[in-house]
C-alpha cells in the first residue's frame, strides 16, 4: 500500500500491489506530478492510521471516520458523496442510489457511482460499502477491481452475492 498526505490531511491511498515499488508508482501516477516523494517523517496520525489499516486487515472492527482527508480540489458533488460514505460504520452497506440520497443528492445514483470511481482514498472514504442495486456488487476502480472490494466486504462480515438457497423442507 501507499499513502501521500498534506499538511492538511491524507491526499492518496492506495490499497496492495505486488510489490512496493508498484504501489508507490501508482501514487505517485495518481497524485499527479506535484506529488513530492522524499523523505519526509510522517505526522504522528500517519503512524496510527498505519497501524489501524493492518488491525483492518486482520479483520479488526476499525473507525478510520476521523482520519483527516485533504479534498482540495474536489468538487462540491463528490465531497458530499465522500461524506456520507464517511458516515457509513464497518460491515454497512448501501446502494448508489442510497448514497446520493444520504448526501442530499437523490437520483443521482449514476453520478454518485462516478465520484466513488474517483476516490482518491479509498477504505477512509469506504467506497467499498457502497453496492450495486439488487445487492450486486457494482465497480471498483481501485487496484483488484471487484475482486478487491469483495475481499474487504468479506473482511467486515458482510455477504455479497445472491442469498443463499433455503432449505425446502426438514423432513426425513
Not at 72 to 91: K, P, T
Not at 127 to 133: E, K, N, P, V
Request: proline share 6%.
Amino acid at each position: 500500500m501507499a499513502l501521500a498526505w498534506s499538511d492538511t490531511g491524507l491526499v492518496r491511498l492506495c490499497l496492495p500491489e505486488k510489490t512496493r515499488d508498484a504501489a508507490e508508482r501508482r501514487l505517485l501516477r495518481l497524485a499527479g506530478h506535484g506529488a513530492a516523494a522524499g523523505d519526509r517523517t510522517p505526522p504522528e496520525w500517519i503512524d496510527t492510521l498505519i497501524v489501524d489499516i493492518r488491525r483492518y486487515a486482520d479483520g479488526a472492527d476499525v473507525d478510520f471516520s476521523t482520519v483527516p482527508v485533504d479534498l482540495a480540489g474536489v468538487d462540491d458533488f463528490r465531497r458530499d458523496i465522500y461524506a456520507a460514505a464517511r458516515n457509513l460504520h464497518y460491515g454497512e452497506t448501501t446502494t448508489y442510489g442510497g448514497l446520493a440520497e444520504k448526501a442530499g443528492r437523490k437520483g443521482l445514483f449514476r453520478e454518485t457511482g462516478s465520484a466513488l470511481g474517483a476516490n482518491p482514498i479509498p477504505l477512509v472514504i469506504p467506497c467499498h460499502r457502497i453496492l450495486a442495486a439488487g445487492g450486486k456488487i457494482g465497480g471498483f476502480s481501485a487496484t483488484g477491481g471487484s475482486n478487491m472490494k469483495e475481499k474487504m466486504l468479506v473482511l467486515e462480515g458482510v455477504r455479497v452475492g445472491p442469498p443463499p438457497t433455503t432449505q425446502a423442507s426438514f423432513g426425513f
